[in-house]
């Protein structure tokens, strides 16, 4: 084998090295799965370019995008990697196969990575690290074959809290998904004549597009910040999550990312309602929890939004705030002291309440869940997470409150 590898140019050997290292820690069979589908999505790309797909298939793969996506965003994401609410059994059933549809791999897989990149975004530690490059951060990262670790209670407290349904599904999945992602769409295309590219269109194109939409989140949603606009984290010149409107529109609602980054346990992912910032999966979560399929929504408060975001802004400054913008696509911006004018002018109310009563959760617990975060002294990513970053603010805001009630 060595002789034989010493005959080879250096490129092809490395390429081989590379495979052999993905094989060792287990991930070839995922980098091989990820290349082989898309290769089915070049051929349904082709059978649309050459118009041999009917109008009908076209429609059912459009349909089949929010189905899919909202498989990954109110199911994989929200649901079982945030528990930011919770599900009645028949919808957890409907979530998985929405899932499958979108194919993205064992559920428990999908929430280790997702807990890893939120407890050290764009770091070393971040399996899609953005500070690595935009393609890195999209799917490069998917035939990386370095290894990422998790300690032993982030493992439990991520796997233990998924349900029995969800394990199955993980156990099932390699055979599962590809037949409901692939083989669904194909049979439902048969049903008018054209199975073929609905196995090719409707299923490998389709999925395609979801996959890169969800990977749109890692990469364009994290980035180089601004100085303006409405980045929720006001750091400038640093790689971080930011808003994204294109993966807002294209991720169902998942590209106000910086305020998620923030309050990754609210279930809306988004500092404002639905009609304000486009959010098709908080309106889907809203509709379930109407006919009594969703209960216990966790949602930030307007209140802890707006003394979260001055305390990152560190603008003492800041007089009130003002809901801006077109409809699906406002933002709340600060309006400093000496500019009232521009609060008298909106047509919204500074601190708007677009929560019901009952899911809003009140300012005294608010701060109880960050006290006793600050005397357990550790960082828990499950349901009562909340950034270092920001807990760090919040402290030296208190001793700051201390300091001038001693000396005032
Ligand atoms: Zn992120
Ligand atoms: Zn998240």
Redesign the pocket.
């Known amino acids: 084998m060595v002789g034989m590898l010493s005959l080879m140019p250096m490129q092809v050997v490395k390429v081989l090295q590379h495979i052999q290292k993905l094989e060792r820690n287990g991930m070839l069979l995922q980098a091989l799965g990820v290349t082989a589908r898309h290769f089915l999505a070049a051929y349904g790309l082709s059978l649309c370019v050459r118009g041999l797909v009917t109008w009908r298939t076209c429609l059912l793969g459009a349909c089949l995008w929010p189905v899919s996506g909202l498989g990954v965003t109110a199911g994989a ?1 929200r649901l079982w ?2 528990r930011s609410f919770q599900a009645s059994r028949p919808l957890e059933v409907m979530l998985l196969f929405m899932y499958s549809m979108a194919d993205q791999g064992p559920i428990g897989g999908w929430a280790l990575t ?1 807990a890893m ?2 407890s050290a975004s764009d770091t070393r530690h971040d399996p899609h690290n953005r500070r690595e490059g935009f393609w890195h951060a999209h799917f490069g990262w998917l035939f990386s074959a370095r290894k990422y670790r998790l300690s032993s209670k982030e493992y439990h407290t991520v796997m233990d809290g998924l349900s029995e349904l969800v394990h199955l599904h993980d156990t099932a999945c390699l055979v599962w998904d590809p037949l409901v992602s692939l083989g669904v769409p194909a049979l439902l295309a048969y049903t008018w004549g054209d199975a073929w590219a609905g196995f090719f269109v409707a299923g490998a194109v389709r999925w395609a597009f979801v996959q890169h939409v969800t990977f749109l989140v890692n990469s364009m949603a994290h980035g180089e910040l601004g100085t303006e606009g409405h980045d929720f984290i006001a750091a400038t010149g640093t790689i971080g999550p930011r808003v994204s409107l294109l993966t807002t529109i294209l991720a169902l609602g998942e590209g106000w990312h910086d305020y ?2 923030m309050f ?1 346990w609210d279930y809306a ?1 988004a500092e404002l309602d639905a009609w304000d910032q486009w959010n098709p999966t908080k309106a889907f979560i809203d509709t379930c929890a109407l006919v009594g399929l969703v209960t216990g929504r966790r949602r930030c408060s307007v209140r802890l939004q707006t003394a979260t975001r001055q305390l990152m802004l560190g603008n003492s400054k800041v007089d009130s705030y003002v809901v801006e913008g077109p409809p699906f696509l406002r933002n709340r911006k600060p309006v400093l002291l000496g500019n009232s004018k521009l609060a008298a002018v909106s047509s919204k109310p500074a601190t708007r309440e677009s929560m019901e009563p009952c899911l809003k959760r009140t300012w005294i617990l608010d701060w109880m869940s960050l006290l006793r975060h600050l005397l357990c002294g550790h960082y828990q990513q499950s349901r009562d997470e909340v950034h270092l970053e920001y807990l760090h603010t919040m402290c030296q805001k208190l001793m700051h409150r201390c300091q001038t009630l001693i000396y005032a």
Do not use: E
């Open positions: 994401h990697s945030h997702h990149h939120h998620h980054h990754p992912a």
